[in-house]
């Protein structure tokens, strides 16, 4: 009596719908990370855009310069690449599968967290005080000091320090220690290799400033990528981001109002 072998029929591949939930692994995450970055630098640029398209003066490059350094433009700008962000992060983490609060970590930490990590910024800023008086060096970004003019004498000061310690901290950190980290840290980085690089990113980021100041803001990245592996809160960071952010501004703003 022979008997038939039976051999089981292959599977068909799983729809978008079946997959599993899972995270962007290196290469994903590092081109969905240039993806959110392009949407939130023409979120940006569109404010230029409107402001050269409604000036009744002819159009010089000289003029696209001065008005794309002004307090009120960079304000509008911050502002603006908040919500493009956030929709090329929703797209690509909708097609992960994972929920935009669980992917990004939008749950809160503890308090001890949070005293430790204010203590810990306080003694990064510091030091660097320290090293920055011991150089000689001014006590402020010459960016900064131009800014915060610019926009005082537009009548964009609160607006620029909303731009700066509450829209700026939340695009930046659910980019770079948000979506980024997550990503990275999954992959052959692990979260080591994820806190650098996302730090490293962070510091591309702000080209505006000097190679001094991109030794602190590393540090400081460090620092909150640290805080970001144990504590599982992006909110701690973006509430660190934020303080820094406005302890910066207050001191430059003493600074233009007493020098």
């Known amino acids: 009596m022979s008997t038939l072998e039976s051999n089981p029929s292959p599977q068909p591949p799983l729809s978008p719908d079946e997959r599993p939930p899972q995270p962007w692994k290196f290469v994903g995450t590092s081109l969905w990370g240039l993806v959110v970055f392009a949407a939130m630098f023409a979120g ?68 001890w967290y949070l005293l430790f990590g204010v203590v810990g910024l306080v003694v990064l800023v510091m030091g660097w005080e320290g090293v920055s008086y011991a150089m000689g060096r001014e006590a402020s970004a010459s960016f900064m000091v131009d800014v915060l003019k610019s926009a005082q004498a537009a009548g964009a000061l609160w607006l620029l320090i909303v731009a700066f310690c509450v829209v700026a901290p939340i695009t930046e950190e659910f980019l770079t220690r948000g979506f980024l980290y997550r990503g990275w840290s999954e992959s052959f980085l692990r979260p080591a290799g994820a806190i650098v690089l996302s730090s490293l990113v962070w510091t591309a980021m702000h080209l505006q400033y000097d190679r001094f100041f991109f030794g602190e803001i590393f540090s400081i990245g460090l620092l909150f990528g640290y805080l970001r592996y144990r504590s599982n809160s992006i909110w701690l960071t973006v509430i660190l981001h934020g303080l820094n952010n406005l302890a910066a501004t207050l001191q430059t703003l003493w600074l233009v109002n007493h020098t």
């Open 44 to 111: 940006q640029l569109s404010v230029l855009v409107y402001f050269l398209i409604t000036d009744r003066a002819p159009f010089s490059f000289d003029e696209a310069k001065t008005l794309a350094g002004g307090g009120l433009t960079i304000s509008l700008s911050v502002v603006m690449g908040l919500p493009a962000a956030l929709l090329a992060l929703w797209i690509a983490i909708r097609l992960s599968r994972i929920p935009f609060a669980d992917y990004l970590a939008l749950r809160w930490t503890s308090w």
